[in-house]
Each structure stands twice: as structure tokens, then as C-alpha cells.
């Protein structure tokens, strides 16, 4: 299931608290990009389509759930970056933040200590 980045500002809020009603969707995520309650309608709509959320009638209103767990989003977005942008492969994304000086000493003794494990298993 594809999620565009605009819809993962929906998602996200509803992996924080759920069941929202769409006001207090709005309120959290419409200010801070700068769109309006329509839009994050709009937005909700689409994830309800995709089934990437559901709607429970609660007297007038709806509230909204997750059904996307976060963790499966994740790994699906993970992987489509790796296979657009490097192959599949994970050293070729190290290597390129390391080249743009976008790892900080403790990304780096993460990284290490990830290693380190995954040789000791």
C-alpha cells in the first residue's frame, strides 16, 4: 500500500493517539503544513479508500484508527528507497550519508554496535 507524504502527516497523528475525530487530525497536522481542514478531509478520504484507516460512527462524527501498522509502513518505505535509489543494498545508503557528513559520532557507534551483533548471531 502506497502512502504519499501527505497522507503520512494523517498516519502519523493517528500511530500517536487513536481514535481521532477529523478536527483534531486537523488541528494537529493542518497549521504545520500549512493546509486547510478540507484538505486533510481530503486526505483522510484517500487513506479510507486505500484501507489504510478506518471510521467508527460516534454519534455525529467519526473517528479514525490506523489499520497500516507503523512498523509495516516503515519497512515498506525502507525498502522502496533501497531498491530505487541503491540497488536493494544498505552499505551504498551508509556510504552516501557518510560522504555528506550526515552521520554523527553516534550513528556511528550504532552502526558499529549493530555490526558487532549481527557478527556475534
Known sequence: MRVSPAESAVME??????????????????????????????????????????????????????VLARDDYVTTESEGLLGRLFDGRLAPLVSHFSEQRKLTPRDIAELKALIAELDDG
Open 13 to 66: 497523528a493517528l500511530w500517536v493517539k487513536s481514535p481521532l475525530p477529523a478536527e483534531d487530525i486537523s488541528a494537529k497536522i493542518a497549521g504545520p503544513n500549512d493546509w486547510t481542514e478540507a484538505t486533510v478531509k481530503t486526505l483522510i478520504n484517500r487513506l479510507l479508500n486505500k484501507g489504510a484507516i478506518k471510521a467508527e460512527k460516534d454519534g455525529r462524527r467519526y473517528l479514525y484508527s490506523p
